[in-house]
């Protein structure tokens, strides 16, 4: 697969990436990468995929010019609209992808983690869809602020075990999936569900993601005649705006913006910003990349009030974005999300997810500009307890 | 290293040939579990009970290859206050009396800079290290960085592990090989796979350094299944940490074990294996 350091499937971007993993992964890696190598090109993959993303999942998801927000910004405002994608929110695309890919590998367990639920809903759907066997891990702290999702991955026959380590919430959920992964690997596929872990999943991912970018790209410029100026997205692991910006990284002069969770502000320890806050690489989850560690390399617990931000690391193509200076990372606090979620709730009758509301927040928040696209990622029904228990509405 | 010094390499090499044991008994021992000042005089009871190598493992907030005992006990040493520091001073303290191997995640090894940690370790006089997430392919620059210093970097192989890759890490092994019994995260098993005796036979086909079996095995019924498998090694962890938590008196609990497991690997009439 591999000859004069090339691999079929993209390991590295810049220093970071990488298969940090222990010895007993690494033959399920390369079975993975020759996997997906195989099926990329097999048409009849493909086939099968496009009809479900349409069929299954309602495919092209539209771009809609936000009336209100585009009056509000003094310049038009687009939304890609994940939040309307099958399972609602842009999870699905991965999901679909690569169960898929997994009964290709005749794996017939899938294992997978959760933050918001999102990614762990879509994966209980294709499972359902699919008939594989499913087991989600989601940390209780998530279990208790995401509870909807939790009910609905269950009445659709996953098992959802709860992590009640460390901070219990997403990278303990992720850890948990891995040591699964680890005990399990030769029945079992883990459909990690963002641009992190081991070569190859975040190229795998970003690959499954970019039908995002390259449906909004086509969107746009059929609507306005031109790229937009500046295309905005949140970032947990960030596999929504690694899916959107993959479409236009070529494009020089559209801008990327990836907004992370800045929590409870940036200059306390209580957010989920590595790209925007920076400092020293480390290695988490099987790839190198920006990780908010202490000095001596532990890892340091994250912090937000939306589940899929709340993690202390971030994809590797991220961090060489970032670095390259392709794409600009920010942070919006807790606060400033919540205040985006009600405000676009408002506005245009769209409840977006907290996550996505750090996305409009960022946008909200930006005096200038020409034409901006944002990521709506997904919809917030599964934040309303959590957004009223936050009071003050 | 002194041209005088025995390099952690040649010292770890004479531990397998010394032992007095049908196979070498390694115990592991997390450092700074219950706290560092214990966590030393378990590694002491463990040397006078017989252990021949000590692996010590390093506390870390994300351990992948790690089931709950281990976890747990890492969680509990972080937070009384282990850090790097006070778990080398812990390694320090025993390799005076025994070959000391520091088991170590990938993010702690890189954070100050590969060749500052491996130089730290290496002046506390442990002979080598295992990172238990940098496969093959991650590990140029930390291999480099210990045959600088004379520290032996002790791969994993895995009974997933191909028969290409078994080549080219029992090629490149320094001090032992360790050899992960079963597919799965440390903790103890009900019994050893059936394929328990292929597994060694598998890995000492592939490299001339001793072959150390680790992950599953707790009992001395299961130390003696080891040895007559042919391992040169016996690695007991998850079984001693959780005396460790459990007893009143952790030193003792964990000398006691691992007296019982030395007995079990003591060479006897039984059979030809030895």
């Known amino acids: ?393 | 290293m002194s041209a005088t010094q025995v390099s952690g390499i040649e010292r770890l090499a004479d531990a397998f040939h010394t032992t007095g044991k049908r196979a070498a008994l390694m115990p592991y021992l997390m450092g700074g579990f219950p706290t560092l000042e214990e966590s030393v005089r378990i590694g002491e009871a463990c040397v006078r009970a017989g252990a021949d190598v000590i692996e010590l493992g390093m506390p870390y907030s994300d351990p992948l290859a790690d089931g709950p005992v281990i976890h747990a006990a890492a969680t509990t040493a972080l937070a009384a206050g282990a850090n790097v520091a006070g778990v080398l001073e812990v390694a320090r303290a025993l390799a005076d009396s025994v070959p000391v191997v520091l088991m170590c995640y990938a993010n702690m090894v890189f954070a100050p800079g590969v060749d500052a940690f491996v130089e730290r370790l290496a002046r506390t006089g442990a002979c080598g290290l295992i990172v238990p997430d940098l496969p093959d392919g991650e590990a140029p620059e930390v291999r480099e960085a210990c045959e600088r210093h004379g520290l032996a970097l002790v791969p994993l192989v895995a009974p997933t592990t191909t028969p290409e890759r078994l080549a080219s890490i029992g090629a490149g092994a320094r001090g032992f090989l360790y050899t992960v019994s079963v597919v799965g995260t440390t903790g103890e098993r009900v019994s050893l796979p059936e394929a328990f005796a292929e597994v060694v036979a598998r890995a000492k086909a592939c490299t001339s350094a001793p072959v150390a079996l680790g992950f599953g095995i707790a009992t001395p019924e299961q130390a003696r299944q080891a040895a007559d498998a042919g391992a040169d090694g016996v690695i007991v962890g998850t079984r001693l940490v959780r005396a460790a938590e459990e007893g009143d008196d952790p030193a003792a609990a964990v000398g006691a074990l691992v007296g019982e497991l030395a007995a079990s690997l003591a060479p006897t009439d039984r059979g030809s294996a030895s």
């Open chain 1, 1 to 393: 697969m591999s000859a004069g350091g090339q691999t079929a499937v993209q390991h590295r971007f810049g220093p970071y990436g990488g298969q940090f993993v222990p010895e007993t992964l690494m033959p399920a890696l390369a079975e993975l990468e020759q996997a997906w190598v195989a099926a990329r090109e097999d048409p009849a993959y493909r086939a099968e995929l496009d009809g479900l993303l349409r069929d299954f999942g309602g495919r092209p998801t539209p771009l809609y010019r936000a009336r209100r927000l585009s009056e509000r910004a003094g310049r038009p405002v687009y939304l890609k609209r994940e939040d309307l994608n099958h399972t609602g929110s842009h999870k699905l695309n991965n999901a679909l992808g690569q169960a898929l890919l997994a009964k290709r590998m005749g794996k017939g367990r899938i294992i997978a983690e959760t933050g918001a639920g999102q990614h762990g809903v879509a994966t209980a759907t294709v499972c359902a869809l699919l008939d594989l066997e499913c087991v989600i891990y989601m940390g209780t702290e998530d279990t208790r602020r995401q509870h909807p999702n939790v009910q609905r991955m269950e009445l659709l026959g996953a098992s959802v075990r709860p992590v009640d380590a460390g901070a219990r919430t997403l990278k303990e959920a992720t850890s948990a999936a891995i040591r699964d992964w680890v005990t399990n690997v030769e029945n079992t596929h883990y459909v990690i569900g963002s641009v992190v872990g081991p070569a190859p999943y975040p190229a795998l991912v970003r690959d499954l993601q970019r039908v995002i970018g390259d449906e909004a790209r086509a969107q746009i410029l059929e609507r306005e005649g031109r790229l937009p100026a500046r295309v905005i997205a949140c970032v947990g692991g960030g596999s929504n705006a690694m899916g959107i910006f993959a479409a236009f990284i070529p494009d020089g002069e559209v801008e990327l913006i990836g907004v992370e969770a800045a929590g409870e502000g940036i200059d306390t320890p209580r957010h989920g910003a590595p790209l925007t806050v920076g400092g020293r690489p480390g290695i988490l989850h099987g790839s190198r990349s920006a990780v908010m560690q202490d000095e001596e390399g532990q890892i340091i617990q994250a912090h937000s009030i939306s589940a899929g931000l709340d993690y202390p690391g971030a994809g590797p193509e991220h961090a060489h974005l970032r670095d390259s200076g392709r794409a600009r990372y920010v942070a919006v606090t807790d606060a400033q999300a919540l205040d985006a979620f009600r405000l676009v709730a408002r506005l245009e009758g769209i409840i977006p997810a907290l996550e996505t509301s750090h996305a409009l927040a960022w946008a909200l928040a930006e005096p200038e500009g020409e034409l901006d696209l944002i990521c709506l990622s997904g919809r917030g029904d599964k934040d309303l307890a959590e957004v009223l228990a936050e009071g003050d509405s």
